[in-house]
């Protein structure tokens, strides 16, 4: 008997032709795989029974990397006369305009770590060992199918021993495109900068100078999978200070990589799922609760309760980490200036990061793509990601339904964008805020390399409604320089969709939305952001939203709490007392000029935006009237906050024709009362927490009564706060609503363009009907 397979997921690079060979060997099967521009296809022939227990095992026991979304099988006549004698492995063969995900780049494995600490192995302390089950993927991928021509290694030919490891189907790193060794394989070296008088090094000279330096107190640029990042001593204050200074970063925490496990704890408290993440083969940052006794300098995290945490990933940070030579606890951020995007190549890095090193650790293996480092939170024993990027992208979200070739640009900050085609949306990883020329670039090349690798010629782009956003400008361009279809996207009803879409609802589904960020355009021209939206992925109805108050100064006020307390005070009918921290913020010149510009509208757009709420919050409460960050305040109020009072400041709710609005000038009012009783900062910050929780509550509740609607979709940037979102979860589960969260992309503008492909693939649809 003859059978075909064909396999589509994450089935090349990741072992997936030795596995099939390996599982014929094991059946007395004969005949072939081979991988395609489409996936993996094969056909054997034997036994009945045992090609049945090759397909059971095809599924049960497939390589730790590799994901079948798709096994299509049929049965072959066979030819007497052309019956197979063996089973063999045949060389790629590209088909035109055929696609297949792309697995991510993912951490160093145990068996190559074994190797690269045993000093009988050819391989030892080699900092580019790899194997079938880890290493760089997306990374150095140029095009498919993925083999090393298609990759920044074919700048590297292999020697004798790499290249019969390579074509054996029985060895670990059968292959492996990016297998090398110290004989043939990329090198690492030392480069000085003018600041300091060190020699050019190579090798472990090179990694035994960089551990001093990092432990005297310099700062070394390292180049890692998908770009460089600044390290330094993370318990050295003046270290992380002189960081601070040169990347221009004035308060915003930096991430950390940590020796080991026991070294993580030893700093933070660390649960199962925590624990778990941080050893996961993605590797992401993540967020945990410091420990008290933790030395790591103060400066690295200021008015923070968690440290931002990652474990080693690639055989240079485990041979860099390994020993006393260099600090356990290094800050390793994003080698850039702030706003500008992550250096990758060798020559970006030497222009663009020579005022902020003291040295750069080189090597010669090029990145094609850059990526920065994941990082995810952990609610309900799972990954709440914040950030996508490296070990998750580019892995497919599958859709709901099917979509037509398209690009959704994305929003402005934290901007991703996504390519979709078929049942599979490709998000990009993290490209940053597109607020300058050189995110810009970042941005194109990332969507032009996406379109190439998934073979998708875009027939429709979406994009955010605001008309500024550098996004939207490249949508309308685009669209009009190639006569394409452009679909404008209401940014929360994005939100909402992108919920809705990793959770698989399908089209005939509505929701009640609840959309809490910091901005979005809105339909009327107003700045959203505190929004209740009945939602499909067709259409919305805003059935609920915080009252509008005015933005004095635009944006200005973001950056400026104070302004925003000011606003809500009056709209409040509260008087701008002296007592209060906001007034006593700003001199009478300022609070005069804010007074005409809410009075008249003048440079004061009307918001109604949660993000802005919590502003004027921690401004009253004496927490941040000026910021340094994006949602620095916000941040510093949930910190802030006992997570033991039950309390809660109320809103009213007031019901219009159209819509119900939100009135939270009855919370403002106790929180003031609350403060000039004395009542202790960390029990004012919870009660209003709970408070925006029980309001959430009460507006579903009054949605369900009149809708019929029971589930709920969080989405938007404030739902990062994770006071605020476990106990909003908790109350609306306890009125039995099914409540939908975000998991596979970021609940902030990060995962926003998921949901425009989803609604431009539906608006396309219906103009089609």
């Known amino acids: 008997m003859r059978r075909q397979w064909h396999v589509a997921g994450i089935v090349q690079g990741v072992g997936f032709r030795p596995f099939v060979y390996q599982l014929a060997q094991r059946y007395a099967l004969r005949g072939w795989v081979v991988n395609t521009s489409a996936g993996v296809d094969m056909e054997l022939e034997g036994d009945a029974k045992a090609l049945d227990a090759f397909a059971r095992a095809l599924l049960d026991e497939k390589p730790p990397l590799a994901r079948i979304d798709a096994l299509d099988t049929k049965v072959v006549a066979v030819d007497q006369t052309a019956q197979y004698d063996a089973f063999e492995i045949r060389a ?67 020697c004798a021993d790499c290249a019969r490891e390579y074509h054996d189907p029985t060895n670990r790193r059968f292959h492996a495109q990016p297998v090398a060794c110290p004989q043939c394989g990329p090198k690492i070296w030392l480069e000085e900068n003018s600041k300091i008088n060190i020699q050019n090094l190579k090798g472990d000279d090179a990694l035994c100078a960089a551990q001093r330096l990092l432990a005297q107190g310099s700062i070394v640029a390292v180049k890692g999978l998908g770009g460089f990042h600044l390290a330094c001593d993370a318990t050295n204050e003046n270290a992380v200070d002189a960081l601070r200074a040169r990347k221009r970063r004035v308060e915003k925490p930096f991430a950390l990589m940590l020796r080991d496990l026991a070294t993580a704890e030893r700093h933070c408290f660390v649960n199962d799922a925590e624990r778990a993440l941080l050893q996961a083969r993605e590797r992401p940052i993540v967020l945990l609760e410091r420990r008290s006794t933790s030395d790591i300098a103060w400066n690295v995290a200021p008015n923070q309760r968690t440290l931002g945490v990652m474990l080693p990933y690639t055989p240079l940070h485990y041979l860099l980490m390994a020993d006393d030579a260099a600090p356990a606890a290094l800050v390793m951020t994003s080698g850039n200036l702030t706003d500008e995007p992550i250096a990758y190549t060798n020559d970006d890095a030497r222009a663009r990061l020579a005022d902020l090193a003291d040295a750069f650790l080189m090597h010669d293996r090029e990145i094609h793509i850059r990526a920065d480092d994941s ?5 309900e024993n799972d990954a709440y990601p914040l950030r996508r990027a490296r070990g998750y992208a580019p892995f497919p979200v599958a859709l709901p339904s099917e979509t037509p070739p398209l ?30 020329y050189e995110t810009l670039q970042a941005f194109e090349q990332g969507a032009a390399h996406f379109e190439k690798l998934f073979r998708i010629q875009p027939q429709t782009l979406a994009y955010d409604l605001h008309p500024n956003y550098l996004a939207t400008r490249y949508a309308l361009a685009r669209a009009e320089r190639q006569g394409i279809c452009a679909v404008g996207v209401q940014h929360h009803h994005a939100h909402i969709a992108a919920c809705m879409a990793e959770n698989g609802l399908d089209g005939a589904r509505r929701v009640i939305g609840v959309a809490f960020d910091g901005a979005g355009y809105g339909a009327d021209g ?20 915080l009252a509008y108050v005015p933005l004095p100064g635009g944006d200005r006020a973001t950056r400026e709490p104070w302004r925003m307390a000011l606003a809500y005070l009056q709209r409040a009918g509260i008087a701008w007392d002296a007592d209060l921290f906001p007034v006593r913020a700003a001199d009478e010149t300022a609070r005069r000029v804010v007074s005409r510009q809410i009075e008249s509208g003048l440079n004061a757009p009307l918001t109604s935006s949660m993000g802005r709420l919590f502003d004027a919050a921690a401004a009253l409460v004496g927490v941040r009237q000026r910021v340094n960050f994006e949602a620095q305040a916000a941040i510093e109020l949930e ?16 019901i219009q024709k159209t819509h119900i609005e939100i009135d939270v000038s009855p919370a403002l009012r106790a929180m003031i009362a609350d403060a000039r009783a004395q009542v202790a900062r960390p029990v004012i910050a919870a009660r ?62 990060g995962g926003i363009a998921l949901g425009q492909a989803l609604i431009a693939a539906h608006s396309i649809a219906k103009q089609k009907i």
């Not at 402005?412 to 085609?421: G, H, Q």
């Not at 107003?526 to 939203?545: H, P």
């Not at 709970?690 to 009564?705: S, Y």
């Open 92 to 158: 790629s063969v590209a088909q035109t305009n055929a696609f297949q995900p792309i697995a991510p780049d993912m951490r160093v494995c145990d068996d190559c770590l074994r190797e690269l600490f045993d000093p009988r192995d050819r391989r030892y302390r080699y900092p580019f060992i790899n194997c079938t089950n880890c290493g760089p993927r997306f990374t150095i991928i140029q095009d498919i199918p993925y083999d090393r021509p298609n990759t920044t290694m074919r700048a590297f030919e292999m």
């Open 375 to 379: 990082v995810v939170r952990v609610l």
């Open 407 to 436: 690009l959704a640009v994305g929003a402005e900050l934290k901007n991703t964008f996504c390519v979709a085609r078929a049942r599979y949306a490709f998000m990009s990883q993290h490209i940053g805020d597109l607020e300058n």
């Open 526 to 545: 107003a700045i959203w952001g505190g929004e209740f939206l009945l939602a499909d992925y067709c259409g919305y109805q805003r059935a609920a939203q």
């Open 639 to 654: 910190a802030l906050a006992d997570t033991d009072e039950n309390g809660l400041y109320e809103s009213n709710l007031a």
């Open 688 to 749: 209003f927490h709970n408070g925006i929780a029980q309001m959430t509550r009460q507006v579903c509740l009054q949605l369900r009564a009149q809708y019929g609607l029971n589930e709920v979709a969080l989405s938007g940037g404030v739902w990062q706060n994770m006071t605020l979102l476990r106990k909003t979860l908790q109350l609306l589960r306890a009125d039995a609503f099914r409540v939908y969260t975000h998991r596979r992309v970021p609940t902030n503008d």
